[in-house]
């Protein structure tokens, strides 16, 4: 079956500890985003890729890395930096970015990260 | 830059009525419209989507939602919902020309009462 798959669906991560979400996608997508879930905020951009080995910085990037080393995944990694980094994480992919002709985002089923 | 506004935090509503969960957007030229469903502890699943022609768009689970350029507005309705719908419900907006990213609103949380 085709789909995105995150992995692991929860983390605790201490204090001051790097921590990597992973997110790989079998649609053969070229776009690939990060959201940050919080209850009553909606979902929020983190990073997003259009095409492997580049990618692009949304709305809340500090904190965050990411890399686009292959088509299908698209890990993130929670810095030590990031102040307040309990939250649920989503992954989505799309064939194509969004001002195409509308293409819909396609989700994955999250993590859940808690510091400890 | 767009942004998409959901009024509603919480709707309850009995089984077997009716629905509507508002969706208020902000974009100069015509927008590409999205209702999602997540479940909780979930990921989020495409409802509908709207990007041209029709303006009444059609989607799974007996869902609907009408663009009303006018009033820049995309409500979803169900004429009776079932309690599996209960559920968060967002709604996004894409642009065109070299947008690259949707914008989610809050979401809106439905209840349903036996």
């Known amino acids: 079956d085709g789909g995105i798959t995150q992995s692991p669906k929860y983390l605790f991560r201490k204090e001051g500890q790097n921590v990597t979400l992973s997110c790989e996608q079998n649609l053969n997508h070229d776009a690939m985003y990060w959201y940050r879930q919080d209850p009553g905020q909606g979902l929020r951009l983190i990073y997003y890729?259009?095409?492997?080995?580049?990618?692009q910085k949304g709305d809340i990037a500090e904190g965050y890395s990411v890399s686009r080393e292959k088509k299908e995944s698209f890990p993130l990694t929670v810095t030590s930096a990031q102040k307040n980094p309990t939250a649920f994480y989503l992954c989505?992919?799309?064939?194509?970015?969004?001002?195409?002709?509308?293409?819909?985002?396609?989700f994955g089923q999250g993590t859940r990260l808690t510091v400890v | 830059a767009q942004s998409v506004t959901q009024p509603d935090i919480h709707i309850t509503v009995s089984e077997g009525a009716s629905l509507e969960l508002r969706c208020n957007y902000s974009?100069?030229?015509?927008?590409?419209l999205f209702w999602y469903v997540q479940s909780p502890g979930q990921g989020l699943q495409l409802l509908l989507k709207y990007f041209s022609g029709d303006t009444l768009v059609q989607g799974i689970k007996g869902f609907e939602a009408e663009f009303k350029r006018s009033q820049s507005s995309f409500n979803l309705r169900k004429p009776s919902v079932h309690w599996s719908d209960a559920a968060e419900y967002f709604c996004?907006?894409?642009?065109?020309?070299?947008?690259?990213?949707?914008?989610f609103g809050t979401g809106t949380r439905l209840t349903i009462i036996p």
């Open positions: 974009y100069g030229a015509t927008p590409y």
């Open positions: 996004a907006v894409g642009a065109d020309f070299g947008n690259e990213k949707l914008t």
């Open positions: 890729s259009q095409i492997v080995n580049d990618f």
């Open positions: 989505a992919s799309s064939i194509a970015p969004p001002d195409v002709f509308g293409t819909e985002a396609f």
